[in-house]
């Protein structure tokens, strides 16, 4: 099977797709493994292909989602479609709402499980992926009624990508994933985002959020990595505090779009780049 053009399967905050090419031009030339521990959608790693990966995130429904496809693609397919028979109103939205939170209340994690998450990434209010303190999933219905939930090319190439290289796929903390990165290895950090005003909130897209401080131990974390020689490349916000977290590190600015904000005007705004090697 020949790849495709691969894309993210679900919308993610922070999804890189904007970006993407931006990224591409600054992934080194050469490395021994690629390390992405906040994978999201995965918009870079599905660009890049790594012959060697490992990649995880702390959100274990989109991992699920990752394990099932590599596992069979076509039982996700096929769940997705089954869902896509029913007429998507409001109802039926909330109904399939319910059975998700029931599957991640009972510890489901099978190929319905990936299915409903994709699906509802669908149909629910701007892609957001919000957990009340529970951990249930609690995003409204977007009011669209029509179109498929997949694109089973794609979904069919993921789960071939996945299967047929070396990508070790994990449910874990940052900072544990990184620690077998070694001298030559590159490592991409999309991490949650630092708000871009003090009365924004730090981004909570799982039930323990990401906080002022993750921030703080990911940088340490970034110094070390770059101190024992591993290519490092991290994205955020173009905010006072980034600049103070990685002082001393090649630091760009560049133009985004953001899809995923409500406000329409607020969906224009400034990113950085950061990295810590020449490409």
């Known amino acids: 099977m020949a790849f495709k053009k691969m894309g993210p399967f679900v919308k993610w905050a922070g999804g890189k797709n904007q970006l993407l090419d931006k990224l591409h031009n600054r992934v080194p030339n050469s490395y021994g493994t690629y390390y992405e521990?906040?994978?999201?959608?995965g918009a870079l790693l599905l660009n890049e292909r790594p012959k060697k990966a490992i990649i995880s995130d702390v959100n274990e429904q989109l991992i699920n989602i990752y394990l099932q496809l590599k596992a069979d693609p076509r039982a996700v397919i096929r769940e997705v479609k089954r869902l896509d028979e029913g007429i998507c109103d409001k109802d039926y939205y909330l109904v399939t709402r319910e059975a998700y939170n029931k599957k991640i209340q009972a510890h489901e994690l099978d190929a319905e499980c990936a299915a409903l998450m994709i699906w509802i990434n669908k149909h629910c209010f701007n892609g957001l992926y919000r957990v009340n303190g529970k951990g249930l999933f609690n995003v409204p219905?977007?009011?669209?009624?029509?179109?498929?939930?997949?694109?089973?090319?794609?979904?069919?190439?993921?789960?071939?990508?996945?299967?047929?290289?070396?990508?070790?796929?994990?449910?874990?903390?940052?900072?544990?994933t990184c620690d077998s990165a070694q001298a030559g290895d590159f490592v991409y950090f999309d991490s949650p985002y630092i708000p871009v005003s003090e009365t924004a909130n730090f981004t909570d897209y799982t039930k323990d959020g990401f906080t002022y401080e993750d921030h703080v131990r990911l940088a340490e974390l970034y110094k070390r990595l770059a101190d024992r020689g591993v290519k490092v490349m991290l994205s955020n916000h173009d905010v006072p505090l980034v600049y103070e977290l990685y002082d001393g590190f090649k630091i760009e600015n560049v133009d985004v779009r953001r899809s995923i904000n409500s406000d329409a005007k607020k969906r224009v705004g400034k990113e950085v780049i950061i990295t810590n090697y020449e490409v």
């Open 37 to 41: 521990p906040f994978i999201g959608g």
């Open 141 to 176: 219905y977007n009011n669209k009624q029509t179109g498929n939930s997949i694109d089973e090319a794609n979904l069919m190439s993921i789960g071939y990508f996945l299967k047929n290289s070396n990508v070790d796929i994990l449910c874990q903390d940052f900072e544990i």
